[in-house]
């Protein structure tokens, strides 16, 4: 039989609840506040945008390193599955700061506004027709479920750090699906807004 790691934090529901809602809430905050606005109006000698492009690499990595470790676990391989879910996290650290540093350097983009006037016309709205809305779904349920995800990440983590496996699990089957989503769905709004990036 396989062994189950040992706790590697000690267990104060009190305090990790505390700290995490506190946490999510200013990360959402943060994120709100910094990506809304006026950007500023600074000139790089580099492609602003290779951040969005990072995002969507550190995104597919996320996906990928959530399903070795999905298949680690369900072979029984307890060691491997945490060892890739730590790495998820920090990348999803990662990735949390090249999107801030992005969207605090750079315009939004609309998708559809081939002349990067920061207007959609309605030759322009023509010319996308129909993709236009699959890519508002997508983006619309990317944004939502990556805006609530983070406590559910955190919690799930910390149901395994403290070795309360079970309640690990049964949040687990919530947190992944989404998780899962959400790190599938980064790379495609990429795809499909990064034509019409400014």
Do not use: C
């Not at 950007?39 to 969005?52: G, R, V, W």
């Not at 298949?71 to 307890?78: P, T």
């Not at 609309?110 to 959609?120: K, M, Q, W």
């Amino acid at each position: 039989m396989t062994r189950l790691p040992q706790p590697i934090l000690r267990k104060n529901d009190k305090q990790a609840k505390l700290l995490i809602i506190v946490f999510s809430f200013v990360v959402f905050a943060a994120i709100s506040f910094l990506t809304k606005g006026d950007k500023p109006s600074l000139k790089f000698d580099f492609d602003i945008h290779i951040f969005a492009l990072a995002n969507a690499i550190i995104n597919s990595i996320i996906a990928v390193l959530l399903l070795l470790a999905l298949i680690a676990v369900k072979s029984g391989n307890f060691l491997l599955h945490k060892k890739l879910m730590l790495t998820a996290l920090i990348l999803s650290v990662i990735f949390l700061l090249s999107y801030v540093t992005h969207h605090l350097l750079a315009g939004e983009a609309i998708y559809g506004d081939a002349n990067h006037d920061g207007v959609l016309s309605d030759a322009e709205k023509l010319a996308v027709s129909g993709s236009r809305n699959i890519y508002l779904v997508i983006l619309l349920s990317h944004i939502f479920l990556a805006a609530i995800i983070l406590p559910f990440i955190l919690f799930t983590a910390y149901r395994a750090l403290i070795a309360e496996f079970p309640k690990h699990k049964k949040l687990a089957r919530i947190t992944w699906p989404l998780w899962f989503y959400v790190a599938v769905t980064g790379p495609i709004v990429y795809w499909m807004i990064h034509p019409y990036y400014r």
